[in-house]
């Protein structure tokens, strides 16, 4: 045997390990995206599942709409006062507590099916 293989052969197996570990490694990164991926879906659909007798998404789109009708019928009926009340509304809303004010958030946006709520809520910071 000659020098020469003596020296590359060690140097080969090295680079050929590395280049093996580095494969290994990339194809547990992508079964672990995979298998986040099929974790969300599997969520999505219990979640759908769970709530498709409920009221809740339809009692919070009525909530958040009642402001529009009640500004819509201030105008039809011709008193300024309801807006003036609505308005009176939402700046009691926020004194609130701001931990109540975010759950009521995390609240309606899970009603709705938003996820990443804390990500929305470091947009706001």
Do not use: C
């Not at 390990?17 to 219990?46: C, F, G, M, P």
């Not at 409920?54 to 105008?75: N, Q």
Request: aromatic share 12%; net charge neutral.
């Amino acid at each position: 045997m000659s020098l020469f293989s003596m020296l590359v052969g060690p140097v080969a197996n090295l680079a050929k390990t590395y280049l093996t570990n580095k494969a290994e490694e990339k194809q547990a990164v992508h079964t672990r995206k995979l298998t986040s991926i099929n974790n969300d879906a599997e969520w999505e659909s219990k979640m759908a599942d769970a709530s498709k007798d409920s009221w809740k998404d339809e009692f919070w789109t009525i909530v958040l709409a009642a402001p529009v009708f009640m500004i819509g019928y201030s105008i039809a009926v011709d008193d300024p006062a309801i807006i003036l009340r609505v308005g009176e509304s939402f700046a009691v809303l926020g004194t609130l507590p701001e931990w109540y004010q975010y759950l009521l958030f995390i609240a309606i946006s899970s009603s709705f099916g938003i996820r990443g709520v804390g990500k929305i809520m470091n947009m706001k910071k």
